[in-house]
């Protein structure tokens, strides 16, 4: 039996990048020093999307898309402290135009985890003047671009960020030290709480939300698993959230992976080894209604170099968003991750989230069939599904 569920007016359709990981050629930063160390793959051309953004704003355009999520490379904009480089902000200034004027609506993120060599050196988001730091940074970009987006994120995955980088060490600056975790986490809740005043002042037409990555905590009725899930969900988010929440226009969810607590579920996995659990989406969803705030769902994608499960993935998790939608969850938009392979972080290239496939000898860049799939949803707007994956 088929269904067909329709997505509210005005609904943003589209897919995500993520400057270091397509730009390509970007040396100037933390993670381009830890390939360096040979702590990381070494990233090269990547996409060559810096050159290339017409090619890929055309290609999201034919897909039907009308909006686009990117970020601008901090090093870039500020390759030495204190100097800015106008040539790049006027690069980007280009990349927004040139989603407009495709339908594409902007929405630019200001800080997606690579830092400036000169900043890491100093110590980062460890160091007791970093939000000041930071927010310089944000506030430059904001005085020549604000006018240009609607929709800014100004941190991309915080938890993530002090997860990996301090407590698991496999991102810059490759640490295990639950105190420096602390104190960065601190240091990013006022980051973006003193960035979120200071832009609304240069700019108050503009929304400024997070994008936080969002495990599905589940259990089964053990009282022991149930309090590690709700302890778990907690301190990987939404303490986080809860300390910047007045200070978010919108909030930003990234949702891939379930964790479970004794649940017992079989599920489907992806090339990465993730399990795929599109209820995880609903049930994140309808824990952020209580914040009264418009949801865009950010990231939410699939490591499938076959393209034999991604179709049914999208389609599985946006049918439990549109569960979410008719329980009163005020979700304006949802963005695939990614519209191009890329250099995943510390996985480098081996594994494949694009809709679009990358040849990276060549730059050649292939559509693959689920790419036709979604365009049929973000055409019409609307969810046409035969059987649910729950």
């Given at each position: 039996m088929s269904e067909e569920l329709k997505f509210p007016d005005n609904f943003y359709w589209g897919t995500g990048t993520a400057?270091?990981?397509?730009?390509?050629?970007?040396?100037?930063?933390?993670?381009?020093?830890g390939a360096k160390l040979g702590k990381l793959p070494v990233i090269g051309r990547a996409c060559d999307s810096y050159n290339r953004y017409n090619e890929d704003f055309d290609?999201?355009?034919?897909?039907?898309?009308?909006?686009?999520?990117?970020?601008?490379?901090?090093?870039?904009?500020?390759?030495?402290?204190?100097?800015?480089?106008?040539?790049?902000?006027?690069?980007?200034?280009?990349?927004?135009?040139?989603?407009?004027?495709?339908?594409?609506?902007?929405?630019?993120?200001?800080?997606?985890?690579?830092?400036?060599?000169?900043?890491?050196?100093?110590?980062?988001?460890?160091?007791?003047?970093?939000?000041?730091?930071?927010a310089r940074y944000c506030e430059h970009v904001l005085e020549r671009l604000g006018d240009e987006a609607k929709f800014w994120v100004?941190?991309?995955?915080?938890?993530?960020?002090?997860?990996?980088?301090?407590?698991?060490?496999?991102?810059?600056?490759?640490?295990?030290?639950?105190f420096a975790l602390l104190r960065v986490m601190s240091n990013l809740v006022t980051s973006h709480n003193i960035i979120y005043g200071n832009l609304k002042k240069l700019n108050k037409?503009?929304?400024?939300?997070?994008?936080?990555?969002?495990?599905?905590?589940?259990?089964?009725?053990?009282?022991?698993?149930?309090?590690?899930?709700?302890?778990?969900?907690?301190?990987?988010?939404?303490?986080?959230?809860?300390?910047?929440i007045k200070s978010l226009d919108f909030i930003g969810l990234n949702y891939y992976i379930p964790k479970q607590f004794g649940?017992?579920?079989?599920?489907?996995?992806?090339?990465?080894?993730?399990?795929?659990?599109?209820?995880?989406?609903?049930?994140?969803?309808?824990?952020?209604?209580?914040?009264?705030?418009?949801?865009?769902?950010?990231?939410?994608?699939?490591?499938?170099?076959?393209?034999?499960?991604?179709?049914?993935?999208?389609?599985?998790?946006?049918y439990w968003v549109a569960q979410a939608i008719n329980k009163g969850v005020d979700v304006r938009g949802y963005l695939y991750w990614s519209l191009l392979d890329n250099y995943e972080l510390h996985r480098g290239y081996k594994y494949r989230f694009g809709l679009v496939e990358m040849n990276y000898e060549t730059m050649e860049r292939h559509i693959r069939p689920s790419a036709y799939e979604y365009k049929q949803i973000c055409e019409t707007n609307s969810l046409k599904i035969d059987n649910i994956n729950i």
């Open positions: 400057a270091f990981q397509v730009e390509g050629n970007t040396e100037n930063n933390d993670w381009a020093e290609i999201a355009k034919s897909l039907g898309q009308n909006a686009h999520r990117f970020s601008i490379e901090w090093s870039r904009i500020e390759p030495e402290e204190g100097k800015f480089n106008d040539e790049e902000i006027e690069h980007y200034r280009k990349v927004i135009r040139a989603l407009k004027e495709r339908g594409l609506e902007p929405f630019v993120t200001l800080w997606h985890f690579t830092l400036p060599t000169w900043f890491y050196k100093m110590g980062g988001f460890e160091n007791p003047k970093s939000p000041k730091i930071f100004t941190i991309n995955e915080p938890m993530v960020y002090v997860g990996f980088g301090y407590g698991s060490g496999l991102f810059p600056p490759f640490k295990k030290n639950v037409n503009i929304e400024i939300g997070i994008a936080f990555s969002m495990v599905d905590y589940i259990s089964n009725r053990n009282p022991i698993n149930v309090l590690k899930a709700k302890i778990s969900e907690y301190f990987g988010n939404l303490r986080f959230l809860n300390k910047t649940s017992g579920l079989k599920l489907e996995r992806s090339d990465m080894d993730w399990e795929i659990y599109p209820k995880g989406i609903c049930d994140l969803l309808l824990g952020l209604k209580k914040y009264t705030k418009p949801v865009f769902v950010t990231e939410n994608g699939i490591a499938d170099a076959g393209d034999e499960k991604r179709t049914k993935f999208i389609k599985d998790h946006l």
